[in-house]
Structure formats: C-alpha cells, structure tokens
C-alpha cells in the first residue's frame, strides 16, 4: 500500500517550528512582537501573536519540538533596536535569559514559562528567545524607530530561514 504524503513530508510532518511574538501593541516597544508578527505574516512565514503570559505559552507550545519567541526586552545594558538572541535546551538556559531580562512587562512570562515547563514536563527541545531592546513601554506609544528597524531585520532573516530550512532546523543566529 502507498502512503498518501511523500517521503519528505512523512520525514517532517509534526517536526515544525512554532515562531510566537509575545507583547502589546497598546505600550510602545512592548509592540515588538505583534509587530513581528504582522511582518511575518507578510512575508508568507507563520507565526502566533500571544500576550506573553506563561499559562499561554504553555498551551501553545505543547507537543512542539522547536518554539521561537520574539518579545520586547529591557536590559538596560544595550540600545534600543539591539537584538539578543538566547538558547533554550530543554528548559535549560531559561535562567540566563531570565537574569539579563531583570524584570518582564508579562508579570508571569517567558522565564516562568519555561521553569513551569520543566516542573510539568511541557517545554520544547529546542527555543530560541529573539529579545529585542525597547526604548519606551509607555501605553499608547507606537513603535520606536530603533525597534521597528530590527523588528524588520528580525522578520526578513526568519522569514527566509523559513522558506529556506527544512521544515525541522530552527532559524539561525541573528544578533545586531
């Protein structure tokens, strides 16, 4: 008996990567995510737009090998429009991202995510965290001009990561 999909999509099929852009559009840079979001969109490549809160990304990363997740970062040691770019193996490596974040606009965000993750035994093989530094979280502020220039770069590079990897490789790096 043939099997309905061919060789390469039985391979990959379920082995995708999950792109989620977390954030407010309503608070300045916190608008990066959604931002990126839209511009993913654009571009043809997938991607959720989430507030951010760890019991939502729980739910939308269960069962996903790979997640990447844009958000809004304030480090307060890099300009506005910096991109960071952190790894996150099994849950490990959540603490690095949780110590140069300081404190997230989400309350209960990524880093708790990732920790609840661990404790319930639902957190991806593999993330990538895309931090991009804000200048401002003021409510009804737009994007900055900083934050809007990399969340473009940011889209356009895993746009075309996207279209170009095999549908179970993650983005490559990208920092700038």
């Not at 989620?20 to 571009?43: E, K, S, T």
């Not at 001009?145 to 770069?153: G, K, P, S, T």
């Amino acid at each position: 008996m043939r099997h309905a999909l061919p060789e390469g999509a039985r391979r990959t099929r379920g082995r995708h990567t999950l792109i989620v852009c977390c954030g407010n559009a309503d608070r300045g840079d916190d608008g990066a995510g959604p931002a990126c979001a839209d511009a993913l969109r654009l571009l043809g490549a997938a991607a959720r737009c989430l507030p951010g809160d760890a019991f939502t990304l729980l739910d939308a990363w269960t069962g996903q090998p790979k997640v990447i997740i844009v958000d809004a970062i304030g480090t307060g040691s890099a300009a506005p429009g910096t991109i960071h770019r952190f790894e996150i193996k099994g849950g490990a490596g959540a603490e690095q991202f949780e110590a140069r974040l300081g404190s997230s606009t989400h309350g209960f965000g990524i880093a708790e995510a990732f920790r609840l993750g661990q404790i319930t035994k639902n957190v991806p093989e593999e993330a990538i965290v895309y931090g991009i530094e804000a200048a401002s979280f003021e409510w009804g502020a737009g994007l900055s001009a900083e934050v809007h220039a990399a969340v473009q770069r940011l889209a356009t590079t895993l746009a075309h990561e996207a279209a170009q990897a095999p549908r179970d490789s993650a983005p490559g790096k990208l920092v700038g």
